[in-house]
């Protein structure tokens, strides 16, 4: 089993601010039907901004599996990830332009800033393997989380917003976030204690980026 891996501990420990992002209430709203379309608007536009920053973040990960594993298949499953950002930032072009959104005129907001500028940082070759594959894990794991729970049993997301909860909450997108825990979890019970804490202190950060990014959506401009 995958029972008391650092990453289980972890999510147990910081139980409270982990909820806190993987069912805020934008999500909550989503999952109940009751979602303002504004609000998704304004996520989404700030999100295709994110992803398109995001990409660079995973390409330094892709490098540094390369550099660092023992093995060639962290560096598949990293490379699967790029893939699917293709997708994703195609799949946004689309989605974007039916909400009448496009991206010359969408402005990063603060907390999307401070988000993007934090993964910027942790493409520097001065961070750890270890903590980039552990960071890169939580911050697909927050939306794997979060969109899954909007296609639970009981949950009625509306029509228009459908294609975004399968986007992240589809099963095959659950196997690649395992997939990325198990290569996490493998790095950190290598690592050392300095190298475990400074991964714990950015998934610490990532769950409180993505509180301020889903608040986002429900505050004014
Ligand atoms: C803010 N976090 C944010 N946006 C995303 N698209 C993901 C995580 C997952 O890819």
Redesign the pocket.
């Known amino acids: 089993g995958n029972d008391n891996t650092m990453i289980k501990t972890w999510l147990h420990k910081h139980s409270q601010i982990y909820s806190e992002a993987i069912r805020h209430p934008f999500i909550q709203s989503i999952n109940d039907g009751t979602v303002n379309l504004s609000s998704f608007k304004q996520w989404l536009g700030q999100?295709y901004i994110?992803?398109r920053k995001?990409v660079s973040f995973v390409a330094s990960v892709l490098l540094k599996a390369c550099r660092a594993s023992d093995d060639g298949l962290d560096m598949e499953v990293i490379l699967g990830g790029i893939a699917s950002l293709n997708d994703?930032i195609s799949w946004f072009k689309k989605e974007t332009s039916k909400w009448d959104l496009l991206l010359s005129n969408i402005t990063p907001r603060k907390e999307n800033q401070g988000?993007c500028r934090f993964i910027e940082s942790l493409t520097s070759s001065e961070v750890d393997y270890t903590v980039a594959m552990t960071a890169f894990w939580a911050?697909?794991a927050?939306?794997q989380e979060s969109f899954s729970y909007c296609l639970q049993e009981g949950a009625k997301p509306p029509a228009e917003l459908m294609d975004t909860c399968q986007r992240?909450g589809n099963d095959d997108f659950g196997q690649y976030c395992r997939s990325l825990q198990r290569i996490a979890d493998r790095c950190l019970a290598k690592a050392s204690k300095d190298v475990q804490n400074e991964a714990e202190a950015a998934v610490v950060s990532i769950l409180k980026?993505?509180v301020g990014?889903w608040n986002m959506s429900l505050s004014d401009l």
């Open positions: 999100d994110f992803v995001f994703e988000y911050i697909e927050v939306y992240w980026y993505e990014f």
